[in-house]
């Protein structure tokens, strides 16, 4: 089987892969940050004496790449049971917090390099996963907000009936 040189390799392994455009948007990007500064926090743990704190780098690394394959692949168009943007949104607000909490800790208490490094790596996957959630949170109320206005106006006059009813 002769192949020419421009034609493609075959699809396979290509659709587990993130799509470029994907991958070059601002979600995309985010969640790349987010895998990449949480596998080198991961990294600088391994190598300190703060090894307790590992756990969390590693779980966010498993959660970003998740997430970032699943956006990729529109799973979150095609499971609509899950709601993609809570989960994410409730995802980044934890990791914030909790890489702000041990990235204290580790620069604070433990004095070897990698532990300083983590604590530094850590403080910039904080403010990465808050901008993350930041935008997670405006897209999340956006679509709050176009889902089905008739039925919340609908559900406001049957309050308001009710509410006059009870008044008499």
């Known amino acids: 089987m002769d192949r020419s040189e421009g034609e493609d390799p075959q699809p396979g392994i290509r659709l587990l892969l993130p799509s470029r455009e994907f991958l070059l948007s601002r979600k995309g990007l985010l969640l790349l940050a987010e895998a990449v500064l949480s596998f080198i926090i991961f990294i600088c743990f391994i190598a300190s004496k703060a090894s307790s704190f590992l756990t969390v780098p590693l779980l966010t690394f498993l959660l970003a790449l998740g997430f970032l394959f699943a956006y990729s692949l529109k799973l979150n168009e095609k499971f609509k049971a899950t709601y993609w943007l809570l989960a994410h949104f409730l995802c980044c607000v934890i990791a914030a917090v909790i890489y702000f909490a041990i990235s204290i800790a580790a620069v604070s208490k433990y004095s070897d390099g990698a532990a300083k490094a983590a604590g ?3 403080f910039i996957a904080t403010i990465v996963y808050a901008v993350d959630f930041y935008m997670t949170f405006n897209s999340l ?7 089905d206005p008739s039925d919340a ?3 406001r006059r049957s309050e308001e009936d009710a509410s006059d009813s009870d008044s008499d």
Not at 141 to 147: F, I, P, W
Request: glycine residues 8%; without cysteine; proline residues 0%.
């Open 120 to 122: 530094v790596f850590g």
């Open 153 to 155: 106006a609908e559900q």
């Open 141 to 147: 109320v956006a679509s709050l907000k176009q889902s």
